[in-house]
């Protein structure tokens, strides 16, 4: 069970032909990022995911930039389920320490390699389950859909940063977001904030609208891009809107 029989990596690649394996696959990219293309889905991957592959599951592999990646065939892997699966590696790169020295002394002279070559081989599949129950995929949007909704009204505050700490392709969670929502991270704040302006301005007599100040309060320290941004979602400028409303009243 878990048994390695091949491990290679690829230098700079831009794309791999449609093929598959008798065994599990697993791709470790360490550099780039590109997708998997299966029958039935794709799979958007960045340096620090791994993608598992089941056997006999044709695929191909895209990446405009180019991508690099150490890759392993398992035979007879446990995995618990039986469909492509991405996984991200944690904050210290276990997983990548793993695949460094199952790549390492596969290809050695070491007399023992093969004994080293199977506890490697449980040591991936275990690493692969425990990360991959250890949060729910949905548990991920919920918590970046909180995040947003607790800090949009602050104007310092950096989507893209906070994206980047998750333990996941920043593609990869975009990707997810939108799945999930309909929309990504970025337009999902962007929703968040001009809906929030417009129920401001409602509230404004004409007169006493200060654009600057409600740009404020709804998260854009510059009115004239949240100018711009509004006009995009509401088809007239913050002040046109306020006043189209007031004469509605």
Known sequence: MNSIVYVGRHLITFATKQHFHDEWELIYCTGGQG????????LTYGSGDIVIIPPKTPHTNNSEEGFTNIHINIADATFPFREPMLIAD??????????????????SDIESKQ????????LIVNYVTAFREAKPIR??????KSNITQN???????LDKYLRTIPFSYDYLRKLFKSEMGMTPHSYLTTLRVQMAEKLLCSYKTGELNISEIAYVCGYSDSL????VFKKSYGCSPKKYAEIHSREQ
């Open 35 to 42: 997708q998997f293309e299966f029958r039935d889905m794709a």
């Open 115 to 122: 004994l080293v070559s199977d506890a490697l081989g449980n």
């Open 225 to 228: 891009y949240f100018s711009r």
């Open 152 to 158: 949009f009204t602050d104007c310092d505050y950096e």
């Open 90 to 107: 944690d904050t210290d790169c276990h997983i990548l320490s793993a695949f460094r020295d199952a790549f390492y002394f596969f290809n």
């Open 139 to 144: 548990g991920i949007v919920d918590e970046i």
